[in-house]
């Protein structure tokens, strides 16, 4: 029971909160509507990890939910369906457009079928709403059908003949109008929104898969969703801010996988003066060595393997020099031994490190300066200046910067669970590892704190001003320093596997994480200091594959730990075995899904059974896990207790009520 005194304290913000719930009356009505929520199950939350640009696989996931919609299905319909109707149920609710499409094309529709399917879709619309209020399912109905829609959705399983004959009456009224395809999508999609209450990306959605720009339009019109940032996102938000360096690292890698779609159709960024300057300078030069990524299987990039491979040897020059004058700039990095172009004698066409001296596997460096080797030359530096133009001025591509900067963070403690992409930086025994950050030398969770305000800092500081632009350098740093909570390796060998043959040069050692962090005791530790409980608790992340064809598995540290990264991209699939994993956590528990590559949405519209292999890692035997228990319930009940505050504020005329 809430005191007198304890309103009284509170009288300031009472009065504000007044200004929203008026009267007596007001004030009850959200207490019993907010109760009511809190003894609601939780909302089922979807968590996806290293996309890599492949918006394909990654819209199909997003449709199917990781397969809960299918076992919706099952649970709607149990053994009263077939398979086969299951499949064909399923691959409706998915692409629902398409499938009509196809389905009228082969003359499949009947009367019959409008109406059996008008039916089991609502069924399975209950299905996917019976955790919701009302309320909330009101505000995601489609505007157009809402009145029926709802209607429907609610109608008892078992009804006197009079209500039913009504109920039937609408669903042979939707057909007869001519409708029900446009009822039928609405449904649909309903459907897929209502089985996701929120998405959770932990990483890496941009890199070799050519739909980066698909994925970032599809999320931007998401219900409810949040990233953490991964390594390859940080690069793509780098550039997009303007470092130059990242830049360069963007197209470098982008034309070495043979990934411009991205760039020039998906952000149309003009590749032309790229193009201009390779032919100029490279013109004579076969670059065999810089040809791309499988372009003897690919008949569009064999037309242009030639200058493909002239355009990647340019800007990974380019590349070198921009990084090299970076890391000049900040000694306090220590990635001195990331600096080769000085190391080059460019008339034997070697290179001497550690005091040995190796041969350069391509000698023919004309844009290399000796005496100021990394200084871009002038076609360089005006290159730069285009490409720095077309990274800001690129709508779509500051579109989508700014809803990463929105919806992002380089870390996420939600309902138990500690989310980020690759690391917490570690020492050899256990401890948490000092990184320096803006001047300050950091660890653990402050770590992570003020590297994700050095990261806001490089967009939202003052253009030009001193703290904006080390924060724009640091994303560099972010991207391949050492003690990067996003990189963790002891470097990144780009310069060695170019340009020498020796492969033991090519080793990148990983930090002590990736191996401490499969032990129970530094999971706690982690999980500790992130203010969690590591009895109930959850780190997620992915950023390293997990080779499931070596018999590795996604939980680690006695399940304290998972990683999803079972291998979304493609050129992943050949060592995982697998196309990716995906985790449930629903009001039941948790479930780590195994994904079967993805073909094609035509499979998928055939019926063809989609594969998902489902690992139960913990179930809430006691009880379901209600709203009560999550985070959002206990702001929830924080609003409560403000409430009842207010009322006793009324009773007692600390504030007056108005009409």
């Avoid at 007044?18 to 009511?36: D, G, M, Q, R």
């Avoid at 157009?144 to 039937?168: C, G, S, T, W």
């Avoid at 896990?625 to 924080?638: A, I, P, S």
Wanted: proline residues 3%.
């Amino acid at each position: 029971m809430v005191s007198y005194e304890e309103t009284k304290d509170d009288e300031r913000y009472l009065k504000l909160l007044a200004e929203k719930f008026p009267t007596i009356t007001s004030a009850a009505t959200e207490i019993i509507n907010l109760e009511a929520i809190l003894n609601l199950p939780k909302g089922t939350e979807h968590f996806l990890s290293d996309l890599h640009g492949e918006a394909k696989a990654f819209d199909h996931v997003l449709k199917n939910a990781s397969g809960v919609i299918r076992k919706k299905v099952d649970e709607a319909f149990g053994k009263s369906m077939s398979e086969e109707k299951k499949r064909q149920l399923c691959s409706l609710i998915y692409y629902p457009e398409e499938k009509l499409l196809k389905m009228h094309s082969e003359g499949e529709i009947s009367q019959k079928w409008y109406i059996d399917t008008l039916h089991h879709i609502i069924e399975v619309s209950r299905a996917v709403s019976s955790k919701y209020s009302r309320s909330k399912i009101r505000k995601q109905l489609p505007k157009e059908f809402a009145y029926v829609i709802e209607e429907l959705m609610h109608q008892p399983r078992f009804e006197e003949e009079d209500k039913q004959a009504y109920y039937n009456a609408i669903v042979e009224t939707i057909v007869k109008t001519e409708r029900a395809d446009q009822f039928i999508v609405a449904v649909c999609l309903l459907i897929q929104r209502l089985t996701i209450d929120t998405l959770h990306i932990v990483g890496d959605i941009f890199d070799r898969g050519s739909g980066a720009h698909e994925i970032m339009d599809r999320l931007r019109h998401y219900h409810d969703f949040d990233i953490q940032w991964g390594n390859h996102d940080i690069e793509w938000m780098g550039a997009a801010a303007g470092n130059p360096a990242l830049i360069a690292s963007v197209l470098r890698i982008s034309i070495r996988y043979a990934n411009v779609e991205t760039l020039e159709e998906g952000y149309s960024i003009n590749l032309l003066p790229l193009a201009t300057l390779a032919m100029d300078v490279y013109g004579d030069d076969p670059c065999d060595m810089w040809q791309t990524k499988d372009f003897e299987n690919n008949p569009r990039l064999k037309r242009s393997a030639q200058l493909m491979a002239k355009m990647h040897k340019c800007i990974s020059i380019m590349e070198f020099k921009l990084q090299g004058q970076l890391i000049m700039r900040h000694p306090e990095w220590k990635m001195d031994d990331r600096l080769f172009l000085h190391l080059i004698d460019k008339e034997k066409g070697t290179i001497t490190i550690n005091g040995k001296v190796y041969d350069l596997l391509d000698k023919n460096l004309p844009s290399l300066d000796p005496n100021d080797p990394y200084k871009l030359c002038p076609g360089e530096e005006q290159l730069m200046q285009q490409l720095l133009h077309s990274f800001k001025k690129s709508e779509k591509l500051q579109k989508h910067l700014r809803a990463l900067y929105q919806h992002g963070s380089l870390f996420l403690v939600r309902n138990n669970c500690l989310l980020y992409h690759a690391a917490i930086p570690l020492n050899e025994d256990g401890t948490f590892a000092e990184v320096l950050v803006d001047g300050k030398m950091v660890k653990g969770k402050e770590l992570m704190e003020r590297v994700d305000r050095v990261v806001r800092n490089a967009y939202f500081a003052p253009q030009g001003s001193k703290t904006q632009q080390d924060a724009l350098d640091y994303m560099l740093y972010l991207w391949q320093g050492p003690g990067s909570p996003l990189f963790n390796k002891d470097k990144m060998s780009t310069f060695e596997r170019y340009f020498i043959a020796e492969e033991k040069l090519y080793k990148e050692k990983k930090g002590a994480y990736f191996v401490l962090a499969n032990q129970k005791e530094t999971c706690k530790r982690i999980l500790e200091e992130f203010g969690l409980n590591p009895e109930r608790s959850y780190i997620i992340n992915g950023h390293v594959p997990v080779r499931t064809l070596k018999g590795e598995s996604p939980l680690r540290a006695g399940g304290m730990r998972l990683v999803i990264d079972g291998g979304f991209s493609k050129p992943y699939q050949a060592t995982t075995g697998i196309a990716g994993y995906t985790l449930i956590y629903n009001s039941h528990g948790l479930e780590l899904i195994q994904h079967t590559a993805f073909e094609s949405k035509e499979k998928v519209l055939e019926g063809e059974k989609n594969f998902h292999r489902k690992v139960q890692l913990a179930t809430f035997d006691d009880h379901r896990m209600m709203v009560r228990d999550t985070d959002r319930g206990h702001e929830l009940e924080e609003q409560v207790e403000n409430l009842q505050k207010l009322l006793v504020a009324y009773s007692t005329g600390l504030i007056k009520e108005r009409n």
